[in-house]
C-alpha cells in the first residue's frame, strides 16, 4: 500500500469505531491520530493528556496548545506511577507498569463520558523495538489504528506536514523513566535532575536530547549533526558548568549519537 492507501485505511477504520478516546502526548503521532480523528469523527474524539513527574515538563504547554488548534476537546489527568514501588526498582518491564496506570484512568473515563473506544498513536514501527507497554495494551482492549493502518513513523511526517501540522519534525517523545538504566531506582529528584539537563539543552537550541542517568553521571545523547556545537569549547564549558550546578559530578557525551531507545541495548548485547 502507498501512503495514500494508509491514510484512507486510517479514516475508514476510524469511522468504523464511531467515537475515539485518544491518548495524547502532544508528540508527532498523537497528534497526528487526534487531527486525522478530529476531522473524521468531529465532536466524537476526546483527547487525554496525563502528566506526572515522568513528562516532560516542557511538552504540557506545547501539547495543549497544538490541541487547541486541532479543536479537540483535552481532559488533563494526574497518573501515579511514581507511587509504585515496582515501577521506582525500574525493572525491565517498567513501560508496562505505567501503560496499566495509565489505561485504568483512561478507561474509567471513557466510560463515564459515554466513548466506547480507546486509541494510541502506535506506529508500525513500534513492532521492531522491546515494548513491554504492547502487553497492557491488549490487556485493556486498547487500538493502534496507526499500527492497523501499517503507517510508519516517516510516512506519519511526511502525512503531518500535509496537514501542516507543528509536530511534523518534532524529535521522538518519550517519558523521563526512559532515561535510567534499567534496575537504577527511579525517584523525583533524579527525574526533576534529568528534567532540568533537557530543558536547559533545549534552551540552548539542541534538538534532539536526551540525558541518560547514571547515579552521578549524566550521558548526553544529541544528533550527529549537533554533535560539533556541542563541542564547540565555549558551549562544552557552559553546558558542563550548568549540568553540575544540577548536581551530576561528571557529565559525558555519547559519540554515537541519538538513537531511540538506546536503553534497550543492554538487554540485546549478548544476543
Given at each position: 500500500m502507498n501512503i495514500d492507501e494508509k491514510l484512507e485505511k486510517l479514516k475508514n477504520i476510524l469511522k468504523s469505531m464511531g467515537d475515539v478516546v485518544v491518548a495524547f502526548s502532544g508528540g508527532v503521532d498523537s497528534t497526528f491520530l487526534l487531527k486525522v480523528a478530529r476531522g473524521v469523527l468531529g465532536d466524537r474524539v476526546l483527547g487525554i493528556l496525563a502528566t506526572s513527574p515522568t513528562y516532560p515538563s516542557r511538552e504540557y504547554k506545547e501539547a495543549l496548545?497544538?490541541?487547541?488548534?486541532?479543536?479537540?476537546?483535552?481532559?488533563?489527568?494526574?497518573?501515579?506511577?511514581?507511587?509504585?514501588?515496582?515501577?521506582?526498582?525500574?525493572?525491565?518491564?517498567?513501560?508496562?507498569?505505567?501503560k496499566t496506570e495509565l489505561f485504568t484512568k483512561v478507561k474509567d473515563i471513557a466510560k463515564k463520558e459515554n466513548f466506547k473506544n480507546i486509541v494510541d498513536g502506535s506506529n508500525s514501527?513500534?513492532?521492531?523495538?522491546?515494548?513491554?507497554?504492547?502487553?497492557?495494551?491488549?490487556?485493556?482492549?486498547?487500538?493502534?489504528?496507526?499500527?492497523?493502518?501499517?503507517?510508519?513513523?516517516?510516512?506519519?511526517?511526511q502525512?503531518?506536514?500535509?496537514?501542516?501540522?507543528?509536530?511534523?519534525?518534532?524529535?521522538?517523545?518519550?517519558?523521563?523513566?526512559?532515561?535510567?538504566p534499567y534496575g537504577e531506582k527511579i525517584?523525583?529528584?533524579?527525574?526533576?535532575?534529568?528534567?532540568?539537563?533537557?530543558?536547559?539543552?533545549?534552551?540552548?537550541?539542541f534538538k534532539n536530547v536526551r540525558a541518560r542517568h547514571y547515579d552521578e553521571t549524566i550521558r548526553i545523547e544529541l544528533s550527529q549533526d549537533e554533535i560539533d556545537k556541542f563541542l564547540d569549547r565555549k558551549m562544552r564549558e557552559r553546558v558542563v558548568k550548568k549540568i553540575k550546578e544540577v548536581g551530576y559530578i561528571y557529565v559525558t557525551l555519547d559519540l554515537e549519537g541519538y538513537r531511540q531507545g538506546s536503553m534497550n541495548e543492554v538487554l540485546f548485547r549478548n544476543k
Open positions: 496548545k497544538t490541541a487547541s488548534q486541532i479543536g479537540v476537546k483535552i481532559k488533563v489527568i494526574q497518573t501515579k506511577e511514581t507511587e509504585n514501588a515496582k515501577f521506582r526498582e525500574n525493572p525491565v518491564n517498567r513501560c508496562y507498569l505505567c514501527d513500534d513492532l521492531g523495538d522491546y515494548r513491554p507497554g504492547m502487553k497492557a495494551l491488549e490487556e485493556k482492549n486498547i487500538r493502534s489504528p496507526l499500527k492497523e493502518a501499517g503507517l510508519s513513523k516517516n510516512e506519519i511526517r502525512l503531518s506536514k500535509m496537514l501542516n501540522l507543528p509536530t511534523w519534525d518534532k524529535p521522538a517523545l518519550a517519558c523521563l523513566s526512559s532515561r535510567f525517584d523525583l529528584k533524579k527525574l526533576r535532575m534529568i528534567d532540568e539537563v533537557e530543558n536547559y539543552l533545549h534552551d540552548e537550541g
